[in-house]
């Protein structure tokens, strides 16, 4: 898992990487955690298959998916004894590309939600990737956030489909 996570992360110096070998990094990058981590969780995934050959820019769904860990698992209320999870949907509709990563974590006060894509951080950021999507794909298209404290949060990266 950590060599495929490597090798998918760098990928050669690439902007655009097959939505393919990105799920793939995501993936191994959560098996990684799930091996390293304290307090164990799950993953769902509900990927639509037909998109896995869409270019996307790399490292688009793992940071979401470390921010879900992270911030959102590691500091839920720790008298909650459900069943964490991180749930990863792929699909599209009305001809976008929908990368949707759900948590059951501690979920984000207002001033968090609103500041999310803007602030600047001092790991890789969701503002990182929000501004690149929006720079190769245009102002419509990023990354917007629900979330509730207490309950979750839900990020959702909105593309264009590039018929290839």
């Known amino acids: 898992h950590l060599s495929t996570f490597y090798r998918t992360t760098l990928n050669k110096g690439h902007n655009f990487i097959r939505l393919a070998d990105e799920w793939k990094n995501t993936t191994s990058y959560l098996?990684?955690?799930?091996?390293?981590?304290?307090?164990?969780?799950?993953?769902?995934?509900?990927?639509?298959?037909?998109?896995?050959?869409?270019?996307?820019?790399?490292?688009?769904?793992?940071?979401?998916?470390e921010n879900a860990i992270l911030h959102g698992l590691d500091y839920r209320d720790e008298n909650d004894t459900s069943e964490k999870y991180i749930d990863i949907t792929i699909c599209s509709k009305d001809d976008k590309l929908l990368i949707i990563v759900k948590d059951n974590g501690c979920g984000m006060d207002v001033e968090t939600l609103e500041s999310i894509t803007t602030t600047e951080t001092k790991g890789y950021g969701i503002r990182n990737v929000d501004q690149r999507i929006k720079l190769f794909f245009g102002e419509e298209y990023g990354i917007s956030y629900e979330s509730e404290t207490g309950v979750g949060t839900t990020a959702t990266i909105t593309l264009p489909i590039v018929n290839q």
């Open 31 to 65: 098996e990684i955690q799930k091996m390293l981590h304290s307090s164990s969780f799950e993953v769902y995934t509900h990927v639509d298959e037909s998109l896995l050959n869409q270019n996307v820019i790399n490292l688009l769904i793992q940071p979401l998916a």
